[in-house]
């Protein structure tokens, strides 16, 4: 005897070698034994044997009109035995009764299994509605094959040209576009990424990683809404100052300047006077929750995404010729020993006299000058002040650095700086700690110290940039305690070598500076009952939360930044031909290029003193992947010959972590710490998670002049 049989969802035929009881020892055609229970068994046969009807079964099962069955079926549940007497018009044989099994079973449309051997037919509507389905169905898929055809003959589809961007990054992966696309890449071995761009739905690598960011931190878009710009306050006094700003060519938002007026005595008074959108932008208004929802000024290499509307900037930025509300802490010293006497801050308007430019005046404003009075250039005797007072700042907190146990400042880093135009990029290399770039850091950190400390004095909150503090994060030991973290109390900077440090001189570019200024005019303005009065009152839980937001949105645009950077490097190698470069020795396989600030990985290079400069072959690059690949040629000489070279420490190891991260997972997601002097190029360190082997940071990194 022969057992047609249910077994784990799959329909079985087999030869009886015993029963006991309920129980049927069966022997399938491949030798296999199973024991079934009597409830599985549909059929009890004795010809054919088991191999051949489930052959026959499966072709008649073919054979057989669904739609006939579905109507001859009726509305009733029913048993195939039943059913198969009224399709066939007798007792069906074993082949005939298998084959309508297998005909039921596979068609769950027209059929719903409601047991063992038992149906009943789906109701009309039901029925309808999936033939329909599976219609539409029939015909995405032939839709669908056609798109693959196309961009397999590298042609976008007309219906995915106005979708290439949402394909790519925010998909809807239940689309025929979407599938399409993904079957292509499949077929065609390569990347979404890399055929978008091959059939013209991207139209270069730089508006990839464009998209590519606007779609993860402005899905809305990067234009403002339309505003209303607070009209300009009429009722400030005008300080009796000229006033200058020291800024790179392509600075827009001037938000620092400086004044000097000689006191007499041996005494003068240095103004800082920082631009005061926060005398009209209010809490939780239109233009604040725009500036709360961007966080900060988005930097690239030729362009920028600001965090205000150009109006408003336009409206509160120092531009010459202008006088405009400031925030300004005026310094009292004198210049025997260049000695603070006193410190003042006021809410005031500034008339601005200039506003001097790095590429007019670096070659101008150098130390040999300042020190023989050479050279003629705007404001020069008020430079030459500020020169002198911003060499104590400087030995003030090296002092301090070296009382929290710190190492020196490295002042012999080289900084590069990126223009772009028409896509044709400039590379300038130009050595940190230049003049100008000392002067405005010194007197940056020495604004956002004092006025720390003014907040800290008054009792009210702020937003509050630490180094050295224990307890970051979980993490112990040097790393851990090394780590710069927001605070929104008082706390040293011992990198910086200052007690307290609250970023607030650039309101029109940083969240944090505009938060800031609101509390420090309440101290201006309030004195004692500044806690009562205060945008954010002491213990605001609002403020922890700008924190958090803040360094989310920082860090994300930093890592924008490097990755943008890194393309205009590969650009740069492409536009000037560059196939055999000089590069320095970082650590191991890490290195960096001399001429321009590009980080390259050099798997099996042999052992090579850290600073050493080499010769390189660049092979080939990838500016989607942003990867590099190169040979070693030759090694040129060592550390001790490198000069400024040598000291490349932290924020190059910083971007060999965002060139580690890339490789790993197209995305790194390191904390940011700091910025530099230049505007147009601010430089982001990643130190919070102990990755730089001396994670301690430069006065021009933690400048708040980017």
């Not at 599938?179 to 690598?205: F, H, N, Y």
């Not at 500036?291 to 290499?301: F, G, H």
């Not at 940083?510 to 509390?519: F, G, I, K, P």
Request: net charge negative; proline share 5%.
């Amino acid at each position: 005897m022969n057992l047609f049989f249910e077994e784990s969802g799959d329909f079985k035929a087999g030869s009886v070698l015993s029963q006991a009881g309920e129980a049927y020892q069966v022997e399938l055609a491949s030798g296999k034994r199973s024991k079934i229970k009597a409830k599985d068994v549909l059929l009890q046969f004795t010809a054919p044997d088991p191999a051949t009807l489930l052959e026959q079964a499966k072709a008649a099962a073919t054979e057989i009109d669904l739609e006939f069955l579905w109507e001859v079926a009726g509305q009733e549940e029913f048993g195939f035995a039943e059913l198969g007497a009224e399709y066939f018009g007798h007792a069906p044989h074993p082949v005939e009764a298998a084959g309508l099994i297998f005909a039921l079973h596979s068609a769950p449309v027209y059929f719903y299994k409601k047991g063992r051997g038992r149906y009943k037919a789906a109701p009309e509507a039901s029925l309808k509605a999936a033939l329909a389905g599976i219609e539409k169905k029939k015909q995405q898929l032939l839709i669908q094959a056609g798109y693959v055809e196309d961009l397999k003959q590298s042609k976008l589809p007309d219906a995915m040209k106005a979708l290439a961007l949402q394909l790519l990054f925010k998909p809807d992966k239940n689309s025929i576009e979407y599938k399409a696309l993904a079957e292509a890449c499949d077929v065609m071995q390569t990347s979404a990424q890399r055929l978008m761009l091959a059939v013209g739905g991207i139209s270069s690598p730089k508006d990839l990683h464009l998209a590519k960011f606007h779609f993860e931190n402005f899905p809305k878009g990067v234009a403002f809404p339309a505003i209303q710009v607070p009209a300009l306050p009429t009722d400030l006094p005008v300080a009796d100052v000229q006033a200058f700003s020291i800024d790179d060519v392509t600075t827009t938002e001037i938000d620092d300047a400086f004044s000097v007026v000689e006191l007499g005595d041996g005494k003068l008074r240095v103004g800082i006077h920082i631009a005061a959108p926060a005398l009209g932008i209010q809490r939780g208004d239109a233009i604040d929750q725009i500036a709360r929802a961007r966080m900060s000024t988005v930097y690239m290499p030729g362009d920028k995404i600001t965090m205000l509307p150009d109006d408003l900037v336009n409206t509160y930025t120092l531009g010459a010729g202008q006088t405009r509300p400031a925030l300004s802490l005026y310094a009292t010293i004198n210049t025997e020993d260049w000695s603070v006497i006193a410190t003042e801050t006021k809410v005031e308007a500034i008339p601005m006299a200039s506003n001097l430019r790095h590429n007019d005046l670096d070659a101008l404003v150098t130390e040999e000058n300042l020190a023989n009075n050479a050279g003629e250039y705007p404001h020069k005797t008020e430079i030459a002040h500020i020169w002198k007072w911003a060499l104590e700042l400087e030995k003030g907190r090296m002092a301090k650095r070296e009382s929290f146990g710190m190492k020196p400042e490295q002042t012999n880093r080289v900084d590069f700086n990126f223009y772009v135009e028409d896509d044709v990029v400039s590379i300038v290399r130009r050595k940190r700690g230049a003049p100008l770039d000392k002067m405005v850091a010194e007197l940056m950190i020495f604004a956002n110290s004092t006025w720390g400390k003014l907040m800290a004095d008054h009792g009210i909150p702020g937003i509050y940039r630490a180094q050295g503090v224990a307890g970051g994060r979980g993490q112990g030991g040097w790393a851990g305690r090394m780590q710069v973290r927001m605070l929104t109390h008082a706390a040293p900077h011992q990198g910086l070598g200052v007690d307290q440090y609250a970023w607030s001189t650039s309101p029109l570019r940083r969240y944090t500076d505009l938060v800031n200024q609101w509390q420090i005019i309440a101290c201006v303005e309030h004195g004692i009952t500044a806690p009562l009065v205060a945008t954010f009152k002491p213990k605001d839980a609002d403020l922890f939360a700008i924190v958090s937001g803040f360094d989310a949105a920082y860090s994300a645009y930093a890592d924008f930044q490097n990755n943008m950077e890194r393309y205009w490097c590969l650009r740069w190698l492409q536009q000037e031909s560059a196939r055999q470069v000089d590069a320095v020795v970082l650590k191991d396989e890490i290195l960096r290029l001399v001429d321009i600030p590009l980080v390259i990985r050099l798997p099996g290079m042999p052992q090579t003193a850290r600073g050493a400069q080499v010769k390189l072959d660049i092979l080939r690059w990838d500016e989607v992947d942003l990867s590099v690949e190169a040979r070693l040629l030759e090694v040129l000489n060592t550390v001790t010959e490198l000069g400024e070279d040598e000291g490349m420490e932290e924020e190059l190891e910083a971007e060999l972590e965002q060139e580690a991260k890339a490789e790993a997972a197209n995305a790194a997601d390191s904390e940011v710490v700091s910025d530099v002097v230049n505007d147009t190029q601010p430089e982001f360190e990643n130190d919070e998670d102990g990755i730089s082997a001396n994670p301690e940071i430069t006065a021009s990194q933690e400048n708040t002049q980017p």
